[in-house]
């Protein structure tokens, strides 16, 4: 976020309790990373719950995290799309 | 929950075509708690099936164990175990079915990988992460080899305890 030029702050940690709220929040681990509400990798017909994810690295790697290019990529593509918005 | 040097909980159980294991016979014997869906696991899988192959030789079996309650994590259902067995996932390593999950909770069990070695005797002489970074594949399941090249040789491993790191075990409600 500080890279981007963005407040860390604004980063909203929301913990996901009970499989009734995994299905309430489309929720289909953790973790997930949603940048205006867009999840930074759509999910793939996994099933909601509580559960670990699994990530791609761009190395091919399987992680329980995304890759922080990624994470980039879809912060940049979210800010492009709220300047077009604004 | 067997502290390092007791006897292990001895089971049989069967794997994903129905065949029944069970740990002993052998100068070392591994088990790993694993499951389908695990992050964790999945980044280690290559790794311990390395070490299934690389021991097969000297006489040691890995038995894997997934003991996931498979109604809410229907990924690590029979079936999803065998589709993984099918495609070749699990070469030289049993992939088995813990339903009641009193295996886990006998080992005392936390994560998947959760990996356990015992000696010719039985007992427990190694517990934790196969090694230290689930993310660096050169670490090549360090820990787990150092164990069993200890039990092989007749030492004690060192070290013989490490913190298990991976996904919580999903018990049933």
Avoid at chain 2, 22 to 34: I, K, N, R, S
Avoid at chain 2, 142 to 168: E, I, N, Y
Wanted: with cysteine; proline share 10%; aromatic share 6%.
């Amino acid at each position: 976020m500080a890279e981007a030029g963005l407040d860390p702050n604004a980063v909203v940690l929301r913990e996901v309790h009970t499989d009734s709220d995994a299905q309430r929040e489309h929720f289909v681990g953790s973790p997930t990373i949603r940048i205006d509400g867009v999840d930074i990798q759509p999910p793939n017909g996994e099933p909601f719950g509580l559960t670990c994810r699994v990530y791609h690295r761009r190395d091919g790697r399987i992680s329980p995290t995304p890759d922080p290019a990624d994470v980039r990529e879809s912060l940049a593509t979210a800010q492009t799309k709220s300047t077009e918005r604004n | 929950m067997p502290a390092i040097g007791d006897p292990a909980p001895t089971f049989t159980l069967p794997d994903a075509a129905g065949a029944m294991h069970e740990p002993g016979g052998a100068p070392a014997t591994v088990v790993v708690f694993t499951c389908n869906h695990c992050p964790y696991a999945l980044a280690w899988h290559e790794r311990i099936v390395a070490v299934a192959r690389d021991y097969a030789g000297r006489g040691v079996p890995v038995l894997a164990i997934n003991s996931n309650d498979s109604e809410r994590y229907p990924r690590d259902s029979l079936q999803a175990m065998r589709a993984r067995v099918e495609q070749g996932e699990f070469e030289g390593v049993p992939y088995l079915r813990d339903e009641s999950q009193d295996v886990a909770r006998a080992y005392g069990a936390k994560t998947t990988p959760d990996v356990f070695v015992l000696d010719a005797g039985g007992l427990l002489r190694y517990r934790g992460a196969p090694d230290a970074d689930y993310e660096d594949p050169t670490q090549n399941a360090a820990f787990l080899r150092a164990a069993l090249d200890a039990v092989l040789d007749g030492h004690d491993p060192d070290p013989s305890q490490t913190p298990p790191v991976g996904c919580s075990i999903k018990w049933k409600a």
